[in-house]
């Protein structure tokens, strides 16, 4: 498995109401991507829920590597060129990955912790699956992962929420404007 996200800043006037249309074009055509296990599009206001700009962003899940590079490096990625420029693409290793009992998402969360370096990463995968344990028996908890991002030696952790964005008390949040997630069937199997 392999995660992937890229953020577009965007102007303050910029009409954030282009990227709902955008994503709602857009998003069917990744409802039976193989080899994917969601991409959740989503977007920041300024102004709202913390967020000190606009931006569009993609979130990946995949559950596969082929998947990923063929999406890289064909016609879909084009096209994010192509309508914002070519972006820097943050990457994770997921290490642990929660699904809840929610039927559906309209918010993401994003946490970004550094990795002491004296961390025993066996513990740190132990934790890390309790947390997210604790954090899907929520009602309204779509998914809880966590992932590493191995050049930075940080933890990022995501949660998708059935309930709209609000502002949350540590790292960020993004309404989500369309989310497709074809692979979530082979998760909960997997689980």
Known sequence: MFMMQYIHRLPADYEMDKLARRAASLG?????????????????????????????????????????????????????????????????????????????????????????????????????????TSIVSQAGTYAAVTAIDLANWRLSRFRLSAEAASTPERGSAYDILYLANPGIPALVAAA
């Open 28 to 132: 069917p055509d990744w409802d039976d991507t193989p080899g994917l296990g969601f991409k959740a599009f989503i977007a920041q206001r300024r102004g709202e829920n913390g967020a000190i700009n606009n931006a569009y962003s993609s979130l990946y899940l995949w559950l596969d590597d082929e998947a990923a590079s063929d999406f890289i490096t064909g016609e879909r990625f084009q096209k994010v060129i192509d309508g914002f420029g070519r972006p820097a693409i943050e990457t994770w290793l997921p290490l642990d990955i929660h699904l809840g009992s929610a039927t559906g998402a309209r918010a993401v969360y994003r946490e970004d912790v550094l990795i002491d370096p004296v961390t025993d990463f066996s513990t740190l995968k132990r934790s890390e699956s309790e947390r997210n």
